[in-house]
């Protein structure tokens, strides 16, 4: 039964998770990296994209890590290990973040009323970016520049559902808002960051990059 | 049902999702026959969600993960006595090698399997926007406990998902996989309706 196969799969994984918390917790604190090795990279974006810093993303994703290690005992497994992680990342992250008074330099579109439609400004044929690309850095950094222009609440609602994969539910409770605030700031940083990567913007390009003159780089 | 172009951008992010109503779907499909600009808005959504999916995305800076190892180790509760460092030692030792043996295990047969063992799903929206491991068989809404996350994953649509051969989570997306079994017993006709209706509203996609 392929029904069963997967089951017995996924229970596989959660099962060898389980077994290391488990053995953390009874103190075996050195197992205490592999456990969240898996998930580090997820961490440090989930940071990075809230501060937009490199080096104050690693502080905190460091900081997350030592916070989870110390309360591994408050974790029930009422969600994933890793959903839990992140969920600490995203408040440590926004705690530096309000202690650095960053919101200040948050761009306008964060004080934009979020009441009404979002009406895309961009109606060209869409080029597709093929996922191949994300290879090279330069699209890769331009991407990221993309996100960086959405206003955090915007951003971090899509940070956590399209690119950590929660759900709307999870990505509500670990940003302290209402399911249908997450689904409408999720659909206005979608529609934002499409009009920021579509053709023919101008503007949005850094000027370095041969691909600025109305070539893409995909 | 006739929609405005306000209203599909509205619903864009519930139709990407699949979380629509098949009557809003259809009217949805029948504007988009008829309005490039939504197809632009539409497909330049799916391709937000696709490449902003990829873990690719970040990269973690050099150094990172030995930065975090040393600090971890810097905060934690030293213990002394050899004879524990040993047994440490020894069962991390048993788990990598268990893991090892696990893995091959899997590996060894796995390569077949995400096509041969799976259940295709019936009447999956091919547009629909799943998430995907690079070792699963399954494809995922975001969120699903049953998502394989150290695995690499990917954001895709649910028709990219089935050609590479992943079927639907036997927990997430249930509804598309009862389908088949409800089917057969050929007393229940929702089902059928439905999977023979998605499929006929979702020919405009490709």
């Known amino acids: 039964m392929p029904a069963e196969a997967a089951s017995q799969e996924n229970a596989r994984g959660q099962h060898e998770e389980d077994l290391l918390i488990q053995r953390v917790r009874n103190g075996e604190h050195e197992l205490f990296y592999q456990l969240v090795q898996p998930y580090e990279r997820r961490l440090y974006a989930t940071a990075y994209s809230i501060l937009r810093n490199e080096s104050d993303a690693e502080d905190a994703a460091q900081e997350a890590v030592l916070k989870a290690f110390k309360n591994l005992r408050q974790f029930r497994g009422e969600s994933r290990f890793s959903t839990w992680l992140i969920q600490i990342t995203v408040n440590e992250a926004r705690m530096r973040r309000r202690k650095e008074h960053a919101e200040i330099m948050e761009p306008i579109a964060d004080s934009r009323d979020e009441e009404g439609n979002y009406v895309p400004r961009d109606f060209a044929d869409w080029r597709e970016i093929p996922s191949e690309t994300l290879e090279r850095k330069e699209v890769r950094e331009q991407l990221i520049k993309a996100l960086q222009d959405l206003g955090a609440k915007y951003r971090e609602v899509f940070v956590l559902r399209d690119m950590q994969h929660l759900s709307i539910e999870q990505t509500a409770k670990s940003l302290g808002i209402s399911s249908s605030a997450v689904k409408t700031r999720l659909l206005r940083a979608r529609l934002m960051l499409r009009d920021l990567l579509a053709p023919g913007l101008g503007g949005n390009w850094s000027s370095k990059l041969s691909f600025a003159k109305g070539t893409k780089p995909w | ?206």
């Open chain 2, 1 to 206: 049902m006739v929609v405005k172009c306000e209203d599909v951008w509205r619903e864009v992010s519930n139709y990407l999702e699949g979380d629509i109503d098949p009557g809003l779907r259809a009217a949805i499909e029948e504007h988009l026959r008829g309005c490039r600009h939504c197809m632009a808005v539409l497909d330049g959504t799916r391709n937000v969600i696709q490449v902003y999916g990829d873990e690719r995305m970040y990269e973690l800076p050099a150094g990172f993960s030995q930065r975090l190892q040393k600090k971890l180790e810097e905060n934690m509760p030293r213990r002394r006595g050899t004879a524990f460092g040993w047994m440490v030692a020894f069962a991390t030792a048993v788990l990598l090698v268990a893991s090892f043996e696990l893995g091959r295990a899997a590996s060894s047969s796995r390569p077949q399997l995400r096509t041969e063992h799976s259940q295709p799903g019936s009447g999956v929206p091919s547009g629909m926007m799943v998430i995907v491991s690079e070792k699963g068989k399954t494809f995922h809404v975001p969120g699903c406990t049953f998502l394989h996350e150290n695995d690499g994953l990917r954001t895709l649509t649910a028709g990219e998902a089935e050609r590479e051969g992943y079927a639907p989570c036997v927990r997430c997306l249930r509804k598309y996989l009862k389908t088949k079994t409800i089917a057969c017993k050929g007393s229940i006709r929702y089902p059928v309706e439905e999977a023979a209706y998605q499929t006929a509203v979702l020919d405009g996609w490709n």
